[in-house]
């Protein structure tokens, strides 16, 4: 009874994981015949690297070499593309003609009638041919396909040499096209004709103005206008230098206000260090700083207080201590601000340790941001006061020139 129990066990099992065992089979003899047809497919394998074809671009080979060290090196290679023999050119050169003058025709349907520059190709992809252009007539069509501004209405026709190489071997050709001028709007034609009419009767006071034009009758009135669109310009221009205004105000203000910052940094370090030496937890710290400064009213004075204000009330809140101070830097946006708030962050994760040794090192670079701020300011101060000096020096010349002009 056992036995058939445990091979109908077995007999179920194999039904419900044999085609999982399948899978991982098929997959195993799928990568088996793909490295045999890799291995045995590899170009590399014969010690041979075949070139792309003539027009297809270089080819980039990433090798496996053995025998140059102890393990396999890694290297890559750019075989460049097969170029065409002087034998395949001279068989293909009408298939290579018919090409070449259809990549130069640009926006002219025939060369028979080259009203637009030509684009006179270096380079003839599809073959990797090069091709160098020489005109028989550069006055009237460049060797650049650039049509002159000496072409006859009448047409004249023009031989281009176009040499064309693989790199060694040179076959010429030579290319007939029929330049005429470029064609012009009727606008430009009315243009020229109104430029020829005014160069004639040069005598007379007045131009007569035609009343029509290849058929079309004409009216005339002056583009210049009124000029009261200029007011239009002053109205935006007004805007923008209010605007502009208000955002140098806006800027000045932040200035005077990270410089206040600045000032009252060393004064919020040394307030810490007083109360974290005096055994004040930082929180508490934080808010007899506060409290001393609303105690004061110096929060008008000082902006500092007015952002720890709002942190603390964000603690008090509910805010995290952390978050609190961090978010406490960011709103300030000054350097020392952000290190002093990082600092205090530290410490509540750490339970302080070393805070009173940073606290001390941070108020030394305080102190000398502020001296060089105090310096800053001074050197500004006395470069305003160069203006008025320069215009009493004005004033005192015209009063003493003025006088010996006058006398003249």
């Not at 799928?30 to 590399?44: F, H, T």
């Not at 041919?129 to 072409?151: A, N, R, T, Y």
């Not at 160069?386 to 003025?402: K, N, Q, R, Y």
Request: hydrophobic letters at 35%; one cysteine or more.
């Amino acid at each position: 009874m056992s036995e058939k129990v445990e091979k109908g066990r077995l007999k179920k099992y194999g039904k419900e994981y044999g085609k999982y065992a399948a899978c991982v089979v098929t997959g195993f003899a799928l990568y088996g015949a793909a490295e045999v047809n890799r291995k045995l497919g590899d170009p590399a394998r014969n010690a041979i690297l075949e070139r792309k074809r003539y027009g297809e671009g270089d080819r980039q080979y990433d090798l496996l070499v053995d025998g140059l060290g102890e393990r396999e090196e890694e290297i890559s290679v750019t075989i460049p593309e097969r170029k065409m023999s002087a034998d395949e050119m001279q068989e293909k050169f009408p298939e290579i003609m018919e090409c070449l003058i259809g990549e130069i025709l640009g926006e002219n349907e025939s060369l028979s009638e080259v009203r637009h520059d030509l684009e006179l190709t270096g380079r003839l992809e599809p073959y990797g041919l090069s091709v160098q252009w020489e005109s028989g007539k550069p006055e009237l069509l460049s060797d650049m396909g650039l049509i002159g501004s000496e072409v006859p209405e009448s047409g004249e026709e023009v031989v281009l040499d176009a040499g064309i190489s693989n790199g060694t071997t040179v076959l010429r050709a030579e290319i007939k096209a029929t330049v005429f001028p470029e064609e012009k709007t009727v606008g430009e034609k009315f243009e020229a004709f109104l430029e020829k009419l005014a160069g004639e009767n040069l005598e007379k006071t007045t131009v007569s103005l035609p009343e029509s034009f290849e058929g079309q009758p004409l009216h005339y009135r002056l583009a210049s206008g009124g000029g009261n669109g200029g007011l239009i310009f002053l109205g935006i221009a007004a805007a923008l230098c209010l605007f502009l205004k208000e955002k140098s105000d806006e800027k000045e203000k932040r200035k005077q206000w990270e410089e206040h910052m600045i000032l009252d940094y060393p004064e919020l370090l040394s307030g810490f260090l007083v109360l974290t030496g005096a055994g004040y937890p930082v929180r508490q710290a934080w808010k007899k700083q506060v409290m001393d400064g609303m105690k004061k009213k110096q929060q008008e004075r000082h902006p500092v207080y007015r952002e720890m204000q709002t942190t603390l009330n964000q603690m008090e809140t509910g805010t995290p201590e952390i978050r609190a101070y961090a978010e406490f830097g960011r709103r300030i946006g000054i350097g020392s601000y952000m290190k002093f708030a990082s600092l205090l962050g530290n410490s509540v994760s750490t339970g302080g340790k070393d805070l009173r040794r940073l606290l001390e090192e941070e108020m030394e670079a305080a102190f000398r941001q502020r001296k060089d701020l105090a310096l800053r300011k001074g050197e500004e101060a006395s470069t305003k006061l160069l203006i008025p000096m320069f215009l009493m020096l004005g004033v005192v010349m015209v009063m003493v020139v003025a006088p010996a002009f006058l006398s003249l």
